[in-house]
């Protein structure tokens, strides 16, 4: 079998590999959902240091932690943008399918609206080409769970994961700062079983030992910035990651219908290269091709 990163390991021990590194997931605690539009106001104002001077080349901050069996991420990131625009763009199982499905791992996405509420079934594996019954599905419940004239709160949450993971939930705030510019508060977090555990620190001490996130947690003797590993820098990577999803999501809404997805995948792609060392896995061509066969085999009866 090929290892997430390309490599050849051993069957059972890679495909736990595979379902860890990909899951969807800066030093502090990551503070929790603010719950209204002055909460997250005051967010905003609190993080303005960090906004205007970080490494990221964006009004901007990453947050990670690791507390017993739960991990958490969070981005906080002002967008340029009016509130109203962005806050239907950010609704709905559809506009979310598009958003997750630019991930690399995430293979089919499909939303359903039933008796039992608005559902997500997401479908993830590998990072290379790989039939979707070799890969894992994740259920997500899709709730609005506050919205105002100003503020926004959607919810994703599944039950049960992969290897024993399990409490996933993908939030995202969204507050108006003014009629052109609003603030999003992205938040991922699941708890981890000692299955999940245990599969995560073999990962971690073969194919992702030399892998880092973001979080300065330190400096060298000659002032080289130290930065965060472990299940903190898996987290931080895919919380970039769907962070840069949902960026590239929004810029393509400005283009006609027939162009969207190829300036998603596009613009998705330029973000990833923006941070190499963190999040860069495959060539822009190799992406590319993956993806656009992604989506034909989805849209076709078999594919799903």
């Known amino acids: 079998m090929i290892g997430c990163n390309g490599r050849h390991v051993h069957r059972r021990l890679a495909a736990k590999h595979c379902v860890l590194a990909l899951a969807l997931v800066s030093g502090a605690l990551p503070p929790a959902l603010a719950q209204n539009a002055g909460a997250l106001r005051a967010r905003h104002a609190a993080l303005a240091s960090q906004l205007a001077d970080n490494p990221y080349g964006r009004p901007l901050a990453l947050a990670s932690n690791e507390e017993g069996e739960r991990i958490e991420g969070d981005v906080h990131a002002r967008l340029d943008g009016p509130f109203a625009r962005i806050a239907s763009s950010l609704q709905g199982t559809g506009q979310w399918c598009e ?65 024993g993971t399990h409490d996933y939930r993908i939030e995202v705030e969204l507050v108006a700062l003014d009629h052109q510019r609003s603030f999003l508060h992205l938040s991922y977090s ?3 079983g000692f299955a999940a555990r245990m599969a995560m620190q073999a990962y971690l001490s073969t194919l992702g030992r030399d892998k880092v996130g973001f979080s300065e947690i330190g400096r060298t003797q000659d002032g080289q910035r130290q930065l965060v590993g472990g299940s903190r820098g898996v987290v931080e990577r895919n919380t ?19 162009r969207q997805f ?3 995948l596009a613009d998705w792609q330029t973000g990833v290269e923006r941070y190499p060392r963190q999040l860069r896995e495959l060539e822009r061509d190799e992406y590319l091709a993956l ?11 078999s594919g799903g």
């Open 262 to 264: 190829e300036q998603r």
């Open 99 to 163: 958003i997750l499905f630019l991930h690399l791992n995430v293979k089919s996405c499909s939303g359903t609206q039933g008796e039992a509420g608005e559902k997500i079934a997401l479908v993830v594996g590998s990072k290379h080409d790989q039939p979707l019954a070799r890969a894992y599905r994740l259920d997500f419940d899709y709730s609005v769970v506050a919205r105002e004239p100003d503020y926004l709160r959607l919810r994703l949450a599944a039950n049960e994961g992969p290897l």
């Open 240 to 258: 970039m990651r769907y962070y840069l999803a949902i960026e590239a999501y929004l810029a393509s809404l400005a283009q006609p219908p027939a």
């Open 190 to 192: 699941y708890s981890a």
């Open 291 to 301: 993806k656009r066969g992604q989506r034909r085999a989805q849209s076709e009866p």
